[in-house]
Every structure is written in structure tokens, then in C-alpha cells.
T-cell receptor, first 113, second 115 residues
């Protein structure tokens, strides 16, 4: 069974640009969540989607948005990039009804110059 | 409200010696508890989970953890460290509030294994 796939793995952007990251969950997993990981702040929850609906949202500004498609694939978008958005963005999928048991992708490492 | 505290940001052990990574939690509800491991430039991988069944939980790669409600702890142990265990470890508490599950991650413990 294929794992969680995140693309792109690495990307470099400049301040003010926007970025879209993609996540393909494990087949059969309908819940997808996103996390931001930085050395200073650790792992911070961005949002969770289930069946195309945002179910939970963390404390991030409106520049951070996401969506989920009918095939459970998810995207997150960050607009008007800031230097502080440089981070590893992790996507995780899970089976419905098994909260906390997450399967993570290898992440998308974003560098903002 | 819930929180999780990993008591050591960095632990160093010699190969072949025991590993102890400490985690304390607080929760207003009955929690589920998890340990995840993250190797460099990789995503997180589930090591083990406690979901109100047996208090001693066995995970992958020889790791285990014991849920102690009286001490609000969920420490991770391994009898004998291997070089491949060098990684960052996260303790996670999950609480179902009636409408949704909320996960809280600890700040991580970096395990160094020396020869």
C-alpha cells in the first residue's frame, strides 16, 4: 500500500509569492491534516479535512488555506509569503474514527528568501 | 484543556544501554497517547499508542511505554539502544471533546546514540 505522498519535496520562493503544496493520502483514508514544523515553534497544527470539509483549524493567519478533493487528496496554499513561513510542511492521513493514529508524508520543505 | 510535556529536549545514551524518554500529560478527558519518531528529513512514524486498553504498550523496534494515570506519565523505554534509534521522538495526546479530536504534540526529545 502506497504511503502518504507530498509534492514538491523542496521548493524555494521569495517574499510576497504564493505556494501550493499537495498531499495524496493513503488509499481509503478520508482524513487529512497539515502541520508546520520549525526549529523554534516545533510542530504546529494547521488544519484538518474530512470528506472535503474543514473539521479543525489551528491558529494561523488567513494567508494559510487548504482544501480537500473528492478523492481525498488535499492541497494547502500560503499566499503573500513571509520569511517566517520557511518550514517543513507535513501532511498526515488517518482512518476515520482512529484519531491520533496518523500516517505522515515526508514533508515539503519550503524556503522563503 | 490538554497539554503534554517532554521533560528532556536531548538525551544521549551509549549503544546497547537502556533508553528512557519522559513524557507527562494533562487532560480534562480520558486521553489517548502516542509516541512518534522522526528521522532526519523524514516525516513522523507512529511507534506505539495507548487507547485505554493495556497500560503497558509495546511498539515497533523494541520500544514500549507504560501509561501511569496516577503520575500522568507515558514514558518511552527500550532495553538496548541501537545506532538506528537516533532520531527525534514526539509524545502526543489526543482527546475527543465530543465534537472533534484534538491532538497536542510535545516539543520533542532528540535521542543521540553513541558508540
Amino acid at each position: 500500500k502506497a504511503g502518504v505522498t507530498q509534492t514538491p519535496r523542496y521548493l524555494i520562493k521569495t517574499r510576497g509569492q504564493q505556494v501550493t503544496l499537495s498531499c495524496s493520502p493513503i488509499s481509503g483514508h478520508r482524513s487529512v491534516s497539515w502541520y508546520q514544523q520549525t526549529p523554534g515553534q516545533g510542530l504546529q497544527f494547521l488544519f484538518e479535512y474530512f470528506s472535503e470539509t474543514q473539521r479543525n483549524k489551528g491558529n494561523f493567519p488567513g494567508r494559510f488555506s487548504g482544501r480537500q478533493f473528492s478523492n481525498s487528496r488535499s492541497e494547502m496554499n500560503v499566499s503573500t509569503l513571509e520569511l517566517g513561513d520557511s518550514a517543513l510542511y507535513l501532511c498526515a492521513s488517518s482512518l476515520a474514527g482512529v484519531p491520533g493514529e496518523l500516517f505522515f508524508g515526508e514533508g515539503s520543505r519550503l524556503t522563503v528568501l | 484543556a490538554q497539554s503534554v510535556t517532554q521533560l528532556d529536549s536531548h538525551v544521549s545514551v551509549s549503544e546497547g544501554t537502556p533508553v528512557l524518554l519522559r513524557c507527562n500529560y494533562s487532560s480534562s478527558y480520558s486521553p489517548s497517547l502516542f509516541w512518534y519518531v522522526q528521522h532526519p528529513n523524514k516525516g513522523l512514524q507512529l511507534l506505539l499508542k495507548y487507547t485505554s486498553a493495556a497500560t503497558l504498550v509495546k511498539g515497533i523496534n523494541g520500544f514500549e511505554a507504560e501509561f501511569k494515570k496516577s503520575e500522568t506519565s507515558f514514558h518511552l523505554t527500550k532495553p538496548s539502544a541501537h545506532m538506528s534509534d537516533a532520531a527525534e521522538y514526539f509524545c502526543v495526546v489526543s482527546v475527543y471533546t465530543g465534537t472533534a479530536s484534538k491532538l497536542t504534540f510535545g516539543t520533542g526529545t532528540r535521542l543521540q546514540v553513541t558508540l
